[in-house]
């Protein structure tokens, strides 16, 4: 879509809740570690992320924002219950790195119900493993207790890279550097000084990176996006470098199960996002989507589009389909994407677009646009100019959290009935 003229109007959007409701509690979470403090707060960023639990479902939202970046702040939405909203601010001993992630475990390990996880990191490279109480209720105290909170200091392994990407799986978080290497911390599962404890996802098996040691191909440019997904019960991992190689890693086995150069022809940008869906159950495809950018006169993004095809019972378990759609977004980028097995969701400043993967449109294709109702809409849901975008990562995960549940996108009038 080269402009906006390629977008048809398919509804407006309504706010679902007001921050004003959010019954706000804040505890601060301790710390023992001894480190070197980074004082580079230009690596602190908004971000935001979700999570569904139970059923009936309850939904976690949380985000970091570059005003406060040693608070987390998590929200608790309960689709089956009128009740007031849950928030809690988790205040950190020093900024965090724009990473976050809730993780769920197995129920029947925890007989008291909390079987939350949350997975972050800070700046200075110290990573929390907090088990947050399902209820986010932490009654008077000021402090998250210590017996729920595990840190690691992840500088005392040698490395020679920057970290620019972090991901997290239940007992264990995934770090990208700068030269191009991923370590991995098994944290809850193994005692630091297990020999395994940390190890390193490298193209070439064998003792070095059983016993930790970070040897690394010198060829490796540095990651700049991690995504952890479960396809047919595995737990993978895509990579994506900043020369535009993509990879899959199988995180069990902890060895490379593809890659592929990824290229746009005539393009003097590069890839700077990635995203993955889930997997289309017919035609057992995952669909990928790539934000390239494009630094000419006037900056420019664009969203590719692929598939990556499961390949049962084949010497070559994935294969990369070509790109068949590009989303052009101008000069605004996303805020957030979401990606289905069929649909394509892009939450921008001034609204939502939506796009069928399976659509037999043109390469550019035809998309639903959700517009804002009106300027009073806009201002609850802070998508006009006036408004930070820390407040829009609210948004994006407010319109995201379950794209199944499209009352969303429904009038005002409606979700009032």
Known sequence: MASSSCWRMAGMEAPLLSLDSIEWRQVSVPSTSTYTANN???????????ITVGNPPSYFIWKIS????????????????????????????????????????????????????????????????????????????????????????????????????????????????????????QLDILDPSTPVFVSELRDDPGFGRLWGILSRSPNLAAVVDLVVSEVQQRKLLFVLHSDGSFRVWDLLSRSKIFGHAMTVPASTGAFIRLWTGEVNIVTGVIPLALLHGQNLDVATETIYLYGLRLNVREKTPLSLEPSSRRISLGEAGPIDVKLTSDKVLILKEDGLIMQELNSDDSTEGLAHYYTLQENLVADLLFQSSEHSSDDLLWLAYSAFYSEKRLSILKSAKELQV
Do not use: M, W
């Open 66 to 185: 570059r005003s406060q970046g040693n608070v987390l702040e998590i929200v608790r939405i309960c689709s089956h219950k009128d009740t007031s909203t849950n928030g809690l601010r988790l205040v950190f001993p020093e900024a965090l790195f724009p990473f976050a992630c809730i993780c769920k475990l197995d129920e029947t390990k925890y007989a008291s119900g909390d079987c939350l996880v949350l997975y972050t990191l800070t700046i200075s490279g110290v990573a929390y493993l907090i088990r947050l109480r399902s209820n986010l209720d932490y009654g008077t105290s000021s402090l998250v207790p210590a017996s729920e909170v595990l840190e690691y200091n992840t500088q005392v392994h040698p490395h020679s890279g920057a970290t620019t990407a972090v991901a997290a799986s239940e007992g264990c978080l995934l770090i990208g550097r700068s030269d191009g290497s991923i370590s991995c911390f």
């Open 40 to 50: 580079d707060n230009s690596i602190v960023k908004d971000f935001a992320s979700s």
